[in-house]
């Protein structure tokens, strides 16, 4: 059974503070890894990552994969209250009926106070 | 989002009545997916739809039914609905089975059975 790991569940931090969000998975036939940010409706897009050690990068956000140890880890420097959302790690898979369906893990709760 | 509508935006409902949520979309994506999000879980899978009449169950499919008979609706429908239906429902859209563009989501439903 294909499954997506998130650690921390919640996270609190003060405004200007670095945070690093985890994403391990477990799937058959991986193809990429992707990360979301919600705020109170919909998921947006932040990355894509298909490439172990290629560091995707927007403004204070990055992120990167590694295909070996299978995770992968968003970075948010220098916080802000904005970046308060649920963050959300997805896997997709190659070929077959997969049909680009995406596995989700149980997404980050963050929280920045001014 | 823009591209992609869901109705109604909240539903409260007796249990054992039938439910039925709509997703419109007005970008000709092939694929279209249905998620239920629930605190602790992240998104969870219910069914998805690769092309018009063509559609396959996801992991919590158990109690809903779905139908596409037009490429810009699909239909999500709860048959009996229970409590435990009680959810966040998304629908979301992607251009092709390669996820390298990832999806674009509705706004999402939040029905209650009570």
């Known amino acids: 059974e294909d499954k997506v790991v998130q650690s921390p569940l919640s996270l609190v931090v003060h405004e200007g503070d670095t945070v690093t969000l985890n994403c391990s998975y477990e799937?058959?036939?991986?193809?990429?890894l992707l990360w979301y940010k919600q705020e109170k409706k919909a998921p947006t897009f932040l990355f894509m990552l298909t490439s172990s050690g290629i560091e995707k990068k927007s403004g204070r956000l990055s992120s990167i994969l590694d295909k070996k140890e299978l995770f992968s880890i968003l970075n948010i420097t220098a916080t802000q209250t904005g970046d308060s959302a649920i963050y959300l790690c997805?896997?997709?898979?190659?070929?077959?009926?997969?049909?680009?369906?995406?596995?989700f893990g149980q997404g980050t709760i963050l929280t920045v106070h001014p | 989002d823009a591209g992609i509508t869901q109705s109604p935006r909240h539903k409260v409902t007796e249990t054992g009545t039938p439910v039925t949520l709509r997703c419109h979309q007005t970008e000709n994506h092939r694929y279209m997916y249905w998620y239920r999000q629930d605190p602790g879980h992240g998104l969870r899978l219910i069914h998805y739809?690769?092309?018009?009449?063509?559609?396959d169950k996801g992991e919590v499919s158990d109690g809903y039914s779905v139908s596409r008979s037009k490429t810009e609706d699909f239909l999500l429908t709860l048959e009996s609905a229970t409590s435990s239906q009680t959810s966040v429902y998304f629908c979301?859209?992607?251009?092709?089975?390669?996820?390298?563009?990832?999806?674009?989501f509705g706004s999402g439903t939040r029905l209650t059975v009570v």
């Open positions: 979301a859209i992607s251009e092709s089975s390669r996820d390298s563009l990832g999806y674009t």
């Open positions: 799937v058959t036939n991986f193809r990429s």
């Open positions: 997805a896997v997709g898979k190659a070929g077959g009926t997969s049909y680009g369906k995406l596995t």
């Open positions: 739809s690769y092309g018009v009449k063509d559609t």
